[in-house]
């Protein structure tokens, strides 16, 4: 049986075209000249053959109502839905404006990737982000069955990915020695050991300003990272969000337990000694009370990150005059000490907290220039016994396989880098 057919009308002139729907319901519409009617046919016969069907009435929801449906009622933190809605003002609104979904079509996004490049001058990580923003919407509306097909699916951006990731990479600074201790010397002695968290364990700033007696195993040595601060909380006059400290899940199902971090020693005495010095505030969290280590100024509450940032961080800066001005370059630190001292790229993404090595290598993987080195004296090493005089003929005319032993690893997981200085311990 045909899915779309057109009849004369039982009354009157003209046409009618029905259709039976995805759901098995006959639909109908009615037009005065075949033509039209037959051309109306063909179209629902596309659809349908294609997966592209869509009601008219779902196809009528505007862009920017579609966007803002998708940022709200997914239940995601309220930190992520600010950061959609302000795509939304800034980057969704101003040029789609009144468009429908059921409208839109490849050439409007292509065009709105131009826009975001030429009148809003965005960088091309930031248009790579927007873009996946929008594509990530509109692929919702399709599982949802909201719309028969994502125009943004073969939208293509200009310039390679490639070539971002390489731009990308090319920003990150990673501090020396000497600029990490100058850092730590010039910062407020109540968040010193903060940095050291960050650079000596890869901690995110969030998570270090979360940091709490129970998730250090001084006996085991290792930092347990299963906590952040976000700022996504609700306050009474609803100008600033209100902090939350939260199981970290970030990348996780909320029932994973987050990740164990090597804590070097020299780490621990930091630890140890600020603890000894400033002692631990009691907080009451949603899972019961937990004692900071780096509450705010007045001891009294959570950290915020821009008084960490304005009163801590950027005062250290101007008076160390390091090379770097973002928090993460402590993170970098730690990524190419591992890297460096041949400690395996999937450990340190586990560490990092990374949904996996991809990201790590994508990122750090330029850090490792002496890995063919490496991998070659691996190779030699494994397959020593094969060298002969006659290049190893001997052994393949025995038809014998060789025997390859596998070499033990040495590494020490958890170094700082393999002869790097340590910076001295602030009393």
């Known amino acids: 049986m045909a899915r779309a057919w057109v009849a004369p009308r039982t009354k009157g002139p003209g046409y009618t075209c029905f259709w039976i729907d995805p759901d098995k319901r006959q639909r109908q519409q009615m037009f005065r000249l075949k033509t039209d009617a037959d051309d109306f046919r063909a179209k629902k016969e596309r659809e349908l053959a294609t997966g592209t ?10 862009v920017v109502a579609l966007f803002e449906r998708w940022a709200t009622s997914r ?23 009144a468009k429908t979904t059921g409208a839109l079509k490849l050439a409007d996004v292509q065009a709105w990737i131009l826009w975001m490049r030429d009148t809003k001058n965005y960088a091309p990580q930031t248009m790579q982000t927007r873009f996946g923003y929008l594509s990530s919407a509109l692929q919702w509306a399709v599982e949802n069955d909201e719309l028969g097909r994502n125009p943004a699916k073969r939208a293509k951006l200009p310039g390679k990915r490639a070539n971002v990731r390489r731009k990308v990479k090319g920003k990150i600074i990673v501090p020396d020695l000497d600029e990490i201790e100058a850092l730590i010397a010039a910062c407020d002695p109540r968040y010193t050991a903060m940095l050291w968290v960050m650079a000596g364990c890869g901690l995110r700033i969030a998570e270090a300003m979360g940091l709490c007696a129970d998730q250090i195993d001084f006996r085991k040595g290792l930092l347990h990272v299963n906590r952040q601060i976000t700022e996504d909380g609700e306050t009474e006059s609803g100008k ?62 959570l950290l915020y990150q821009y008084y960490f940032r304005n009163q801590v961080w950027q005062p250290a800066l101007e008076t160390s005059k390091v090379s770097f001005d973002r928090t993460h370059a402590l993170r970098h630190f730690f990524a190419s000490s591992m890297l460096a001292d041949g400690v395996p790229i999937t450990d340190v993404a586990e560490w990092l907290g990374h949904a996996s090595p991809e990201i790590t290598h994508e ?18 090493n494994a397959m020593a016994s094969l060298a002969t005089t006659t290049g190893g003929e001997g052994r393949a005319r025995s038809g014998r396989p060789p025997r390859v032993s596998a070499a033990r690893s040495t590494q020490r997981r958890g170094s700082t880098g393999s002869g790097r200085r340590k910076p001295s311990i602030a009393a």
């Open 53 to 62: 069907y869509l009601e008219a009435k779902r196809g009528a929801e505007t």
């Open 75 to 97: 239940g995601v933190e309220n930190s992520s839905t600010r950061q959609y809605l302000s795509m939304l003002n800034n980057a969704i609104t101003p040029f789609f404006k």
């Open 240 to 301: 600033n969000a209100g902090l939350r400290l939260k199981m970290y899940t970030k990348h996780r199902d909320a029932e994973d337990p987050g990740r164990a971090v090597p804590l070097p020693q020299i780490v621990a005495d930091v630890l140890r000694a600020h603890i000894k010095r400033l002692g631990t505030v009691t907080w009451r969290s949603s899972e019961g009370p937990v004692q900071l280590l780096f509450p705010n100024h007045s001891r009294k509450g």
């Open 363 to 380: 990122y750090y993987g330029h850090l490792m220039p002496d890995a063919p080195d490496r991998g070659r004296t691996a190779i030699d």
